[in-house]
T-cell receptor, first 112, second 117 residues
């Protein structure tokens, strides 16, 4: 079983929809939770990160962490065609440098 | 500011040939990472360096893979001999040194798309 599980999609939504992307994980030691966005033929770029449980909002994006369920989510409000990309969740332990474990990514397509 | 620069962007070569991938990290970043990305396995960490010293190479799949970082501004990943199953996108990333407990965002290059025939 992988430490981090992510539905590969693809997920197709109409422009303006609310998008929900999710990951589950098995390692309870994970404390940092990140979302990366990867456009086609580009490297991943950090979108958001949260520490431990709770929510974090940045513009149209909201990241949620539920450590009791080992479940993290990324919500995109008012989705735009420019949001079409692959979204990778990532997580690591705390304390000095810790290896980051990535999900396999969910491909999102926002249709105009 | 210039981001992480990788070369070449694409490489097509025949099985058995030596392949060398190159990376220039962001200036001032203390950590450098090499990843491999495939559809089946996603993004896998191969090796990472801290201040030019290899720290963890447990992700390097076989002895055919080697990585070096001769100075703070350059790293190579070498595959010799190459095999078709090595075909993937290889990413280099760098990260600044941060204080204890802080997150360590990684900045990725645009990758090298490697095809071994």
């Amino acid at each position: 079983q992988k430490e981090v599980e992510q539905d590969p999609g693809p997920l197709s939504v109409p422009e303006g929809a609310i998008v929900s992307l999710n990951c589950t994980y098995s390692n309870s030691a994970f404390q940092y939770f990140m979302w990366y966005r990867q456009y086609s033929r580009k490297g991943p770029e950090l979108l958001m990160y949260t520490y431990s449980s709770g929510n974090k909002e940045d513009g149209r994006f909201t990241a949620q962490v539920d450590k009791s369920s080992k479940y993290i989510s990324l919500f995109i409000r008012d989705s735009q065609p420019s949001d079409s990309a692959t979204y990778l969740c990532a997580m690591s332990r705390s304390g000095g440098y810790q290896k980051v474990t990535f999900g396999t990514g969910t491909k999102l397509q926002v249709i105009p | 500011d210039a981001g992480v620069i990788q070369s070449p962007r694409h490489e097509v070569t025949e099985m058995g040939q030596e392949v060398t991938l190159r990376c220039k990290p962001i200036s001032g970043h203390d950590y450098l990472f090499w990843y491999r990305q495939t559809m089946m396995r996603g993004l896998e960490l191969l090796i990472y360096f801290n201040n030019n010293v290899p720290i963890d190479d447990s992700g390097m799949p076989e002895d055919r893979f080697s990585a070096k970082m001769p100075n703070a501004s350059f790293s190579t990943l070498k595959i010799q001999p190459s095999e078709p199953r090595d075909s993937a996108v290889y990413f280099c990333a760098s990260s600044p040194h941060l204080g204890q407990g802080a997150s360590q965002p990684q900045h990725f290059g645009d990758g090298t798309r490697l095809s071994i025939l």
